[in-house]
């Protein structure tokens, strides 16, 4: 049985064992907290006791003070000051290590008595171990401060009187109310959730954010702090019960909105008590931590993390909806709308009212909205007028969503199709018909990945918030001038794309690959929408291999015929190969902020290109040939300007000469100017010449490295040049590695300089070359090199399962390549993680052909074309164990050096 610290434990007058036996009382408390977890106490009776300790403690060690002067001064003071807590405090839903909101007013008489007694006390507090957010003021100069600033005026709401004299509490409340809350309701509601959204930018857009703050992400307990201050501003309680009574709030939502609130303060409880400190992030770490701390399971294909935060994020959910909805019920209209909506307003199908900002149904129809197909034609309207519901239609449908099976008839199929195929706001639309439940009438198999997470340091959000990202991204395609805006334009089947988005992860969270399940939704889901034969069939594929243009474009090397000749024979069409190409950089934009870049649209782009030449039948031998040779013209007409005659004869020769050497996917991913550049360094370059060369390109945001030399020079040249780049704290994005038939290696490396925002300056890129001249030239050891930066260069030994579910692993595949051996090495990105594998490489006496480097999508991916010491493909069974068996040891370990 827990044994309680109450406030008849009463603190030693002296100050000398005071302020340690406050110290230890606090300890003490914390100590306690822990104790009631384990008997398991809710989150809120939790943090009510502390609250009420901490109260105890702040009078202890304000009579604590007021002992010290004489008693004349104590009963002058005992009418010119009061202690009172505001904020969190004041909430009293304090956590182990919350700073403790304090106010402190005075009568402006008797100035330097009360401030030498407020600065006392003050410096007691910190002594004791608290931290205090607290300030000082008269009462008028807090009237003024909560007119100026929204942020101390919401503090003033939840205020209680801790101590002094209580007629200036009372008189700070009444002043507060009369000149700050009275006739500026709105205002103070507006700057407050002004304030909340700023909040949120600043904490992830959404509340499925995957390393989300407790109090301070959308759906944390910031949100419920504002349904708090809305309900003192409108009730005169901050009890959310006060809302319901005044039938602002079902009591169901009441129920689920207390709920939330004890879960939250529960994990906020935990967090503060293992960091010591106050924290409030829910790191993966600490995800995995509180998980096994609960007990939770594993269940079928869902790891038990994933099960704990797919809970945290539906109560998170479940707060964000609430604040959204009393914040857009309570906040004022503008007197133009009130007056200007109803003139523009115009009726449709008898019971739409449409006006050019939002869609409504008089109260006396809804009873009209009877089924599903009911509700999808009001979507219907909603999409094709491009306007959202009104603020309480919303709420209605949701309500009566609630009470539909989840039967499709044909008709309520063909309207969600129609919307899916002619909307031009088909992102806002879905979101709206998920936050009602139709979309899960809609498509059952939804709601199991409502809140789903995906536990891994590339995924962003949730996976039902990926999946809306992913069609936001696709719709916004259309707006771009690009070959990715072009290929989503000409899609004539765009219904078909949009619920192939909407299912392409739908089997994620169970036992077997989540393509596979994802086929078999699709070919359910299809079944449901009675869809004829070719956008059945097109449907499908596009959810069944959703993964494989990315697959390819990122880890394959899509110059070689063969790659593409079977690509395009599995997509068929070029239709579904627009819709693939859409659907693919949808899928990579969705995963979160940044993924998606230039290179990577790229690469993409231009498999997308071939493929498409392909299936035109525009693709052969000859027009490869031909593109060749004006790439060869181009650059010959480039580097022999000005000259002509005998001298660009020679120049033609010697040219078509080195391009005899290079190999393909040299001569189709460079750009013209570049392979100028290259080749006069070639026909000028010594033998044991090392060119080194680095360049800023501000479309990216990147750096190139590029590095010339003969393998003979610098053998082991690509894991030498990853050494350095690594100890220079380079993030290595991409690499092209081209080697010629005579030995000589023309390597490009893509970087992000973490060291520089912005353009890089040339006194680094020179400095980097100079490293990377020096391991190559044999002058610097790399091994030491990275050595040296170990400690500020590597990451900390990762926890296992900690970041991702899934395995680090090795796959060798000699079919995809004519002449290579492909090895495909899944690895947790970690600093020095590329430069151990490409040295194993070398070790092994394995050349790289071609690598594809970092590719995150689900983990990273780095890819290696290999050939062995005769330039031929691995075949010796015994070698490629060995391989298979060292690499997976070089990327398991935790320390690389």
């Known amino acids: 049985m827990t044994t309680a610290i109450t406030s008849s434990k009463i603190l030693p007058v002296e100050r000398t064992l005071r302020l340690p036996a406050a110290r230890q009382r606090l300890d003490e408390l914390r100590r306690q907290i822990s104790v009631r977890i384990s008997q398991h106490s809710t989150g809120l009776q939790i943090t009510s006791w502390f609250s009420d300790q901490i109260d105890d403690l702040l009078i202890q060690l304000w009579n604590g003070v007021l002992s010290e002067y004489p008693p004349e001064f104590r009963s002058e003071l005992a009418t010119t000051i009061a202690l009172i807590a505001v904020g969190g405090t004041g909430r009293g839903d304090l956590a182990p290590y919350s700073d403790i909101d304090l106010l402190i007013i005075h009568k402006t008489a008797g100035g330097e008595r009360w401030h030498e007694f407020a600065a006392q006390f003050v410096r007691d507090c910190w002594d004791a171990g608290l931290k205090l957010g607290h300030s000082t003021r008269s009462i008028a100069d807090a009237i003024r401060m909560a007119r100026d600033d929204t942020q101390f005026a919401t503090s003033l709401l939840e205020a209680r009187a801790l101590a002094g004299h209580r007629p200036l509490f009372d008189d700070l409340i009444r002043k507060f109310q009369w000149n700050v809350v009275r006739g500026r309701l709105h205002t103070i509601l507006a700057s407050s959730v002004a304030e909340r959204d700023k909040e949120q930018a600043a904490h992830g857009a959404t509340n499925q954010e995957l390393e989300p703050d407790v109090k301070r992400s959308p759906g944390g307990l910031r949100d419920i702090h504002l349904i708090r201050w809305l309900s003192q501003l409108r009730t005169g309680s901050s009890d959310p019960e006060a809302l319901r009574l005044a039938g602002l709030m079902t009591r169901d939502e009441l129920l689920r909105l207390v709920t939330a609130y004890d879960y939250l303060l529960s994990i906020r409880l935990t967090l503060h008590l293992e960091a010591g400190r106050a924290n409030d992030l829910l790191t993966r770490a600490e995800q995995v931590r509180i998980t096994q701390e609960r007990g939770i399971e594993a269940i079928g294909g869902q790891l038990a993390v994933e099960r704990f935060m797919q809970e945290y994020f539906r109560q998170t959910s479940t707060v964000s909806e609430l604040a959204a909805r009393l914040v857009r019920k309570h906040m004022p209209a503008r007197w133009q709308d009130v007056l200007w909506r109803p003139v523009v307003t115009h009726r449709v199908d008898t019971i739409y009212r449409i006006s050019p900002d939002q869609i409504d149904v008089p109260r006396r129809f809804r009873d009209q909205l009877a089924s599903l197909e009911d509700l999808l034609r009001l979507y219907w309207s909603a999409a094709m007028y491009m306007v959202p519901f009104a603020e309480d239609l919303e709420e209605f449908v949701a309500v009566r969503a609630k009470e539909l099976p989840d039967t499709l008839t044909v008709e309520a199929g063909r309207i969600f199709l129609d919307i899916l195929g002619r909307s031009r706001c088909v992102g806002k639309i879905l979101r709206s018909m998920y936050r009602t439940g139709v979309l899960e009438l809609v498509l059952p198999c939804f709601r199991h990945v409502r809140c789903l997470l995906q536990f891994n340091q590339y995924h962003h959000y949730t996976v039902d918030e990926h999946t809306l990202r992913a069609i936001e991204a696709a719709e916004s ?159 010959v007409d480039e580097l022999s300007r000005p000259t002509s005659g005998e001298e660009k004869e020679r120049i033609a020769k010697q040219v078509k000469s080195l391009f005899n050497t290079l190999p393909r996917h040299y001569l189709q991913g460079n750009s013209v100017e570049r392979m100028s550049s ?106 030491q090199l990275v050595a040296r930066r170990r400690r500020t260069v590597f990451a900390k030994p990762l926890i296992p399962g900690q970041f991702s579910d899934l395995p680090e692993q090795v796959l060798i595949d000699n079919e995809s390549s004519e002449r290579c051996t492909v090895v495909d090495v899944f690895a947790h990105d970690r600093p020095g993680l590329l430069f151990a594998i490409s040295r194993q490489l070398f070790e092994l006496e394995l050349s790289i052909v071609l690598a594809k480097i970092s590719t995150h999508l689900d983990q990273v991916v780095d890819v290696f074309y290999l050939t062995d010491n005769r330039n031929q493909k691995v075949t010796d069974p015994e070698r490629l164990d060995k391989m298979e068996r060292l690499l997976l040891e070089c990327i398991t370990q935790t320390q690389i050096g």
């Open 678 to 783: 290259d080749m006069r360094i070639l026909m000028s370059r010594q033998p044991q010449e090392i060119h080194v060369s680095g360049r800023y390109e501000p479309e990216t945001n990147s750096v190139e490295y590029r590095v010339i030399t003969h393998e003979n020079v610098a053998p082991g040249c690509f894991h030498k040049i990853t050494g350095a780049l690594t100890s220079q704290r380079m993030e290595i994005l991409s690499a092209q590695i081209s080697t010629t038939t005579d030995g000589v290696i023309i390597d490009s490396f893509r970087v992000n300089d973490n060291d520089h925002v912005g353009e890089v300056p040339q006194f680094r890129l020179d400095d980097v070359c100079q490293i990377i001249r020096g391991v190559l030239s044999g002058e610097t050891n790399v091994g």
């Open 477 to 635: 395609f259309a707006e771009q001038q690009s070959t990715l805006g072009d290929a989503f334009r000409e899609i004539r089947h765009r219904d078909v794309l949009f619920l192939a988005l909407l299912l392409h992860d739908a089997g994620k969270g169970y036992e077997e690959d989540h393509s596979e399940v994802g086929r078999r939704l699709a070919i359910e889901a299809a079944q449901r929408f009675r869809m004829a034969s070719y956008p059945r069939e097109t449907m499908v594929f596009l959810v069944h291999k959703h993964l494989m243009m990315a697959h390819l474009a990122f880890r394959r090397d899509t110059t070689d015929p063969d790659v593409l000749l079977r690509f395009t024979h599995e997509v068929g069409t070029t239709d579904r190969l627009r819709m693939l190409y859409v659907l693919t950089a949808a899928d990579i934009t969705g995963v979160g902020p940044g993924v998606w870049n230039e290179w990577k649209a790229e690469l993409l782009g231009n498999l997308h290109l071939g493929a498409m030449q392909a299936l035109s039948g525009n693709s052969d031998l000859p027009q490869i040939l031909d593109l060749q040779s004006r790439v060869l013209n181009s650059v």
